[in-house]
């Protein structure tokens, strides 16, 4: 079992930017695929950005995200970060950890990583609101 615990959430206004953290109770970095997912109200949830287990970052293919978030992790804090600059309102919504063993990834389609329900281990969300 894995237990995820995001933090940095916060109310910003637009144009501002703020740095969402996911700290693991293992270390599952070199066996995991660590993910950022968000849910705005009313919306299903998506997939963000993802980090595999070589420390390979990719983004789904949100236009509204494109150069604004940036995945990282330290495996010496069992930390993984999402850096987030220019804020929009359209970015609220509660941002979620995620992990998954990245056997389960092996071998299948890449855009695997970003489906909800590839992924086992889920942290309880950090709220994100950005005012216009």
């Known amino acids: 079992r894995v237990d995820l615990v995001e933090s940095g959430g916060g109310s910003v206004q637009a144009g501002g930017s703020l740095k969402l953290t996911c700290v693991a109770s293992?270390?599952?970095?070199?066996?995991?695929?660590m993910a950022w997912f968000r849910q705005a109200p009313g919306k299903k949830r998506e997939a963000v950005a993802v980090i595999d287990d070589d420390g390979q970052a990719s983004y789904n293919e949100l236009d509204s995200v494109k150069g604004r978030f940036t995945i990282s992790k330290d495996d010496a804090k069992r930390s993984l970060y999402l850096q987030m600059i220019d804020l929009k309102p359209e970015d609220t919504a509660t941002y979620y950890c995620?992990?998954?063993?990245?056997?389960?990834?092996?071998?299948?389609?890449?855009?695997?990583?970003?489906?909800?329900?590839?992924?086992?281990?889920w942290g309880r969300g950090t709220q994100v609101t950005v005012s216009s």
């Open positions: 293992d270390d599952p970095y070199n066996t995991y695929y």
């Open positions: 995620a992990a998954e063993p990245s056997l389960r990834f092996r071998g299948q389609n890449y855009w695997l990583r970003y489906d909800v329900g590839a992924y086992i281990y």
